[in-house]
């Protein structure tokens, strides 16, 4: 090769190297170069040049090749997973080509028409060594890297900061152990593109309210606990997937070094809404997260005299029913449907017209608050007083006991859902 060609696909590799795509999109065109040396150098012999063509057609770029591979991701730890994955591939690749190679070349070579008298040997020590050894060499060679990895991602000594993350139907909330924060995160794709009425927008079923916040160049350690059914945390990015089981605490932990907004989603079926239980990490620089924590407990303090205000006044229907409708089509409309109607006798209709005999939104107002407040034992129905505002449960138990022709004309007052607790 001329020292031209040579630079050339020097400079090939590192555009890769460097380049979004990644540590395979580099390895694509590395790929690539050695088979355009291939086919210059067998030019004029179209047998060989048909057997490396395949693999041009194969990937014709990184991107496409990339469709079909796992991601490199944004830590250290999931790039080594990558590694280990493409080495186990390419070592099983090379096991298979040379054992069913030679499945077929002996099935054609011996064929009866051939050989219509079998052999007559029956063993052959050396043989019977090599092709223990062998396996077993490569096992280990595998086995080591595969441990030193899976101890590493088990080591989740010395963090900086620790997130306790607990799941429940169908939500994640999330606590800073060490600043005292915490709050929930839930689905906002909107019921309209779900159901086919409204275009999918560009995050469908994968965006939330509260994105869990966690800084550049820490070690992030994660807490995962269940308050229900198994669940299990997952995003690709970071190669970080555990399991969140009710009464145990399971561990794992995360360094990004590359600030921007992670997607992942819950991978244990969990239920019926298991498909609308998404996860959004949004890492930032250290400074902004620190700033980040501060409005947050600044947020917190204002919270806590708004609550304080919102108990002090008398609050109308009008003020109470919009806000009411926004609680329940976020928390509740998903068991219950939008209209009340509710689904069988696991998510009892909320309609006094449906059900009138079950419907508990037209009973007494102290059993309506006691439900909602601290749900209904061995059912889905989940405690809302740790998780809703004293205003947002005022909201909506008013909601329920007038929407849908329910027309109770009752108001909960904050200050009354306040005094329940």
């Known amino acids: 090769m001329d020292a031209e060609q040579t630079e050339w696909d020097r400079e090939k590799v590192q555009a890769a190297v460097c380049s979004d795509a ?11 170069t050695l088979v355009a040396r ?13 057997l490396i063509a395949p693999v041009w057609w194969i990937f014709p770029n990184g991107a496409s090749a990339q469709g079909w591979d796992m991601r490199a991701g944004v830590t250290e730890m999931s790039q080594q997973v990558q590694m280990l994955h493409h080495v186990s591939l390419w ?19 011996h064929r009866r028409s051939k050989h219509p008298e079998p052999a007559t040997f029956h063993e052959n020590t050396k043989i019977e060594v090599l092709w223990t050894l062998i396996p077993t060499l490569i096992l280990v060679g595998m086995a080591v890297p595969a441990t030193l ?45 779900i159901n086919n009425i409204e275009p999918k927008g560009e995050n469908y079923l994968m965006e939330v309210d509260n994105p869990l916040v966690i800084p550049t160049n820490l070690k992030v350690r994660f807490l995962m606990s269940s308050d229900d059914v198994i669940h299990s945390w997952w995003v690709p990015d970071f190669a970080v997937k555990q399991d969140a089981i009710p009464g145990f ?12 907004i992670y997607r992942g989603q819950c991978t244990e079926l969990c239920g019926m809404n298991h498909a609308f239980m998404p996860i959004v990490v949004e890492v ?49 409309a998903t068991c219950h449907q939008p209209d009340g109607a509710g689904q069988g ?32 034992s061995e059912t889905e129905m989940q405690a809302w007083a740790p998780q809703l505002s004293d205003v947002e449960l005022a909201a909506v138990i008013t909601y329920e006991r007038n929407a849908w022709g329910n027309n ?10 306040y005094e329940a607790r």
């Open 22 to 32: 990644g540590l395979m999109t580099s390895q694509i065109v590395i790929l690539k």
């Open 38 to 50: 291939g086919m210059s150098s067998l030019a004029g012999n179209r047998r060989k040049g048909w």
């Open 91 to 109: 070592i099983c690749t090379g096991v298979g080509i040379v054992v069913f190679g030679a499945m077929f070349y002996t099935i054609f070579a």
């Open 149 to 193: 990895t899976l101890r590493d991602i088990e080591d989740n000594s010395d963090a900086d900061l620790t997130v306790l993350i607990t799941g429940s139907q169908w939500k994640w909330h999330y606590q800073y152990t060490e600043a005292d924060i915490g709050f929930y995160s839930n689905m906002t794709t909107p019921l309209e593109q």
């Open 249 to 260: 605490i399971n561990e794992a932990w995360t360094r990004v070094d590359v600030p921007g």
């Open 284 to 332: 930032l620089p250290e400074d902004e997260f620190l700033a980040w924590i501060e409005d947050q407990r600044i947020a917190n303090e204002l919270a806590g005299d708004a609550a304080v205000a919102a108990r002090s006044r008398e609050w109308t229907m009008a003020e109470l029913m919009p806000m009411g409708e926004d609680v329940f089509l976020t928390h509740c």
């Open 345 to 376: 006798i696991k998510y009892p209709a909320l309609a006094a017209a449906l059900d009138p005999a079950r419907v508990i939104s037209t009973g007494p107002i102290e059993a309506h608050l006691d439900r909602v407040m601290n749900g209904l």
């Open 408 to 417: 109770t004309g009752d108001i909960v007052q904050p200050l009354t859902v």
